[in-house]
């Protein structure tokens, strides 16, 4: 099938890729010129793991190519998918603007030569759908006055679920895939379009096995509303699970409890699931601050307030000045202090720095007067443009940070970090003070060689004195 994509960010370019790898010819359209250029040069504008290879592959095999232009792309496309940016308005709601150009862009651009479907992929509040559907109705009717009514097209919801870091394998071997149509010609585009991933009889490609336990996966059709409900519902809970485990770590500190092992205990619950119960220093990312808030509005505006979700939001902010808090029961004063930050993307295997919980810290830590210092294998570029007023000294290497540091901070679990020589570290340091939040590093391990230790949940007390029996009072 000929498929237009829109907007070639996180999303829109690993669909892109993909979509072209399973066979159909694909055109990426993105009003970002420098991105495009990039593209066309065989380069990736953003750092995820396979998608250059993938984008390699996928030109050989359905072919890709990039525009700046969609008028000729839509015209001869069978499915248009819009995956542009939805970023958060200060009111928390979604920012609309780019979606509405898209789908207005797209109603210009049509003629009554075939049928088609606009795929909103973006995250987008309940309704947009419709909104959609009417954009693209003013876009035909201002382009075509007199013709517009020979123009026929669907409007399908097809929410994105990958993880960025792994979003290929995810994108090609997903847990389901939700399309919401309001009628049977749209849902059943959709499901040609994705038959190759439904029946994974697709050659895996080099870098992105696939996973042995995989079967058919599931197309999940459903009410365009409900379909965007899905996308919200899912995130919100994902955050709210992590959420969870840092308020059970919270506690764990304080009552003598190992937060590993009281979440490796809840996990081997079926009902319950091991993933997304990692306590830490929060989550971040584009995605979850802005759906919760997104949905927190959708819902005032039905006049419902959702109480979980603002307390989800409420405890991911306690659990980033956590950090600060531990830094100062350790260090006591961080006027004048080195704090070093191992890590600034929000997770690993990303340069994706929006709404990382590490710029949170460096915002704090220079607010009160520390210097701060940093370390990521990938991000370090993207911050220092993204961030300019950010007073961050940038370091080539983990030792480099450490080397005169008052304390360090594991913002960021990338596995080269597992690696780390902890004792040429801590002997670097000023004082060897280690906040570990992501608990990548055993206590006892990190303990032994030198540091002063804490993570999130954790007691790096030796355990006997809690839990040697008590002797019984005799007489
Ligand atoms: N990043 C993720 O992990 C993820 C996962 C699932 C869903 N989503 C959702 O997918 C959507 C896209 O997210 P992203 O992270 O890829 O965003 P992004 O900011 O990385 O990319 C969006 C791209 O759209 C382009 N764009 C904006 N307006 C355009 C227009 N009118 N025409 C053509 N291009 C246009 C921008 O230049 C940009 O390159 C969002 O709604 C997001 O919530 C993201």
Redesign the pocket.
Known sequence: MRVTV???????TVTGACLAYLGHRVTC????EA?IAKLRRGETPIYEPHLPELLELAAGRGGIDFATE?AGPVAESDVIFI????PPLATGEADLS?LS??AH?IGAAMDGSRYRVVVN???VPVGSGNLVETLVREGIAEASPAGHRGIDFGVASNP?????GCAVADSLYPDRIVVGAGDARTLELMRELYRPLVAQNFPPPPGAPRPASMGEVKLLAATLTSAEMIKYAANAFLAMKIGFANEIANICERVGAEAPEVMAGMGLDSRIGARFLNPGVGWGG??FG?DIRALLHTAMEYGYEGKLLRASLEVNAAQRQMVVQKLQEKLFILKGRTIGLLGLAFKPDTDDLRDAPSLYLAERLLQMDARVRAYDPVAMAACREQRPDLKIRYSESALELAEDADALVVVTEWREFANLDLEQLAHAMTTPIMVDGRNLFSPAEAIAAGFDYTGVGRCPRPRTAASRPRRQAVG
């Open positions: 829109i907007g070639t960010g996180y999303v829109g359209v993105d009003t970002d991105k969609l995956a542009v940016g939805t780019y150009a898209a862009g992929k973006s995250t994105e679920f990958l993880r960025e584009s995605c802005k």
